[in-house]
């Protein structure tokens, strides 16, 4: 950080005084450019709020900053009008993994870079295959569970966990196949611990997380409660948004309706 000369620092006081003086007008600097990024993101404009960010990360290294450029970068590629293919993704996956690890270099109790670490890790993991998310799972979890204990209402950790229940649930039989070739503790949850989650976040956030909404149509549908499930099936068919991680979702609730 650039300090002031030495005829500041007699004018204004110490050089402690002067450093400390710097350090609040640079992070009043930090929280507008936030703010900005902030309103960029909720009005869906993912690829500028990242522009904002990454603009300025080289001159405000803080985790508050970082995590936001993961969450812009995931929530860039999911709002593209086409799936990019494997490798694009694993490059921008890849992306968003290494800016939340830095703001886990500053702070490795920092909630949003916990969940957003968890979430690289396991985007990149079923990127490979279905048996490299299963390994990478106990690590992803632990980093969601790190988040809740710090930030018990952190909605997006919540929903990540959730879906992470859910997918360790819906393929139980499957890991009980694995069990012994992969596995020394196998990954263990149930459709009641996925719902418990799914439905904490929606209660914190309600009808914003698509992804939210899509998970508890599934988890419902496969508790059978077919009420519940239509009803988060619609939720996700009327949300508004862009890009193929949308379709998707409104095309898999289609389909869900279609079952029950």
Sequence with gaps: MTRFNDTYTTAFGSATSVDRLQEVLQLSVMNDLIAQSDDLFHNDQYEQSLDVLGKQVSTYKHPEIYWRLAQ?????????????????????????????????????????????????????????????????????????????????????????????CFMVADMHDFIRMLQNAIFTSPPDSTYENALGHLLRSEELFPNCVLRNMLYLAKCYKALKDSEAAARYCKAVI???????????????????????
């Design 72 to 164: 812009s970068c995931y929530y860039n590629t999911l709002s593209l009008p086409e799936k990019p293919g494997k490798l694009e993704l694993k490059t921008r996956f890849t992306e968003m993994q290494e800016y939340a690890q830095a703001g886990l270099e500053l702070d490795k109790e920092d909630a949003n870079c916990c969940t957003w670490y968890g979430i690289s890790v396991d985007e990149l993991a079923m990127l490979e295959s279905v048996y490299e998310w299963l390994k990478q799972a106990p690590t992803s979890r632990m980093y969601y569970m790190k988040a809740l204990i710090t930030d018990p209402d952190n909605y997006t950790a919540r929903t990540a966990l959730g879906i992470w």
């Design 238 to 260: 009327e949300f508004q948004g862009r890009g193929y991680a949308v379709e998707e979702a409104k095309e898999e609730v289609r389909q869900i309706l279609l079952q029950l």
